[in-house]
């Protein structure tokens, strides 16, 4: 449906993103993941038709959209500072587009209702005034005044950045529900990994004004096909070339190049022999612990290498410091970069 070819934005000399390719298909909802001038909202605003690109194209349904005005473009955009009217009511400003479009009364409150419905405000909260709203309701009559004239694409440029965290993750997922029960195609601009994986289809990882992988996120996450996405998606541990060698030394083959980059998942470590793997048995001292309720974290010296183990808590599982314990580390769930 939608089709980003060789993207280029440029600003004099310089180059803000550069050789931008990829698709989103129908429905889906897609992420542009990375740290702030990464590249991700120059790409957004491109879409949208308020930066004009120096090279490439922008197709929707086949059609090159580069030189289609803002207003003609049919999207709906959600911005992180709400961009609402604030001495209107809530009706009202769900309610503004379709009035400019001239639609009758009956329409416009049809429309304005099952908007209400679907991002669950009461008819209360829409007589009111959006200056009397919280953060977290006045963000979901921005989604509800973007939805309004049934746009098929929507773009949310950092939408919940500024929420609080509880807030933030009921909103994501509220998000995903209305992305799912509207069938919209979604393209969502954030720097937070937690809420990338959560609630995408697919994410493209953005570093310095190019595109460093585009995956599902459990691709993302399990196989980062570069150090810069391994170490920015998630927590990762280093491990140094002494441990590299012992688990060469104790597989099948050498698996693993001692030149390169290695790394793992915290909670790809574990206390215990993992079924049906070929997990290598290291021996390693307890060096700090921390308990987090759900889960704890214990930090583990093992030859060259400390690394930070995620165990879930059970209520019987307590490890105290300086004990010596054996960990298991499986090498297909190690990663390796450059070498």
């Known amino acids: 449906m939608i089709e980003i070819r060789d993207l280029q934005i440029k600003y004099d000399d310089f180059i803000a993103i550069n050789d931008v390719n990829f698709e989103i298909k129908e429905g889906e909802f897609f ?21 004009k690109p120096s090279k490439g194209s922008i197709n929707v349904n086949g059609k090159n959209i580069i030189n289609i005005p803002v207003e003609k473009r049919e999207l709906g955009m959600i911005f992180q500072s709400y961009a609402l009217f604030p001495t209107m009511s809530v009706y009202d400003n769900i309610a503004y587009g379709l009035k400019i479009e001239k639609r009758s009364k009956s329409q416009i409150q049809e429309r304005v209702l099952e908007l209400a419905d679907l ?7 829409l007589q009111k005034n959006v200056s009397d709203l919280s953060g977290g309701q006045q963000q979901r009559v921005a989604i509800a005044r973007a939805l309004a004239k049934k746009p098929n694409i929507v773009l949310f440029d950092e939408p ?37 994986l959560e609630i995408s289809d697919h994410i493209a990882v ?22 810069f996405v391994c170490n920015f998606i998630g927590e990762a541990n280093s491990i140094g070339s002494d441990l590299i060698q012992y688990i060469n030394d104790h ?8 030149e390169a980059k290695h790394y793992i998942r915290e909670e790809k470590i574990k206390l215990w022999v993992p079924s049906n793997s070929q997990a290598v048995p290291i021996n390693a001292t307890v060096v700090d612990g921390v308990f987090y ?7 583990c010296k093992a030859l060259d290498t400390t690394l930070r183990i995620i ?7 307590t490890i105290d410091s300086k004990k010596e314990l054996t960990i298991y580390i499986d090498p297909k769930d190690i990663l390796e970069y450059g070498g």
Do not use: W
């Open 119 to 125: 991002v669950e405000l009461n008819e209360e909260q």
């Open 251 to 258: 597989t099948d083959k050498n698996r693993f190049n001692p």
């Open 31 to 51: 992420t542009l993941l990375g740290p702030s001038g990464c590249g991700k909202t120059t790409t957004l605003r491109s879409i949208a038709g308020f930066l």
């Open 206 to 227: 953005f570093n310095d004004g190019k595109i460093e992988q585009i995956g599902t996120p459990r691709e993302i996450y399990d196989h980062s096909a570069t150090e």
């Open 293 to 299: 309720g759900t889960f704890s974290t214990y930090i």
């Open 160 to 196: 919940l950045s500024n929420l609080d965290a509880k807030l933030r993750k009921q909103l994501r997922l509220e998000l995903k529900r209305i992305q799912r029960e509207t069938g919209m195609t979604a393209i969502y601009v954030t720097h937070d990994q937690d809420e990338a």
């Open 311 to 317: 165990v879930k808590e059970d209520g019987n599982t």
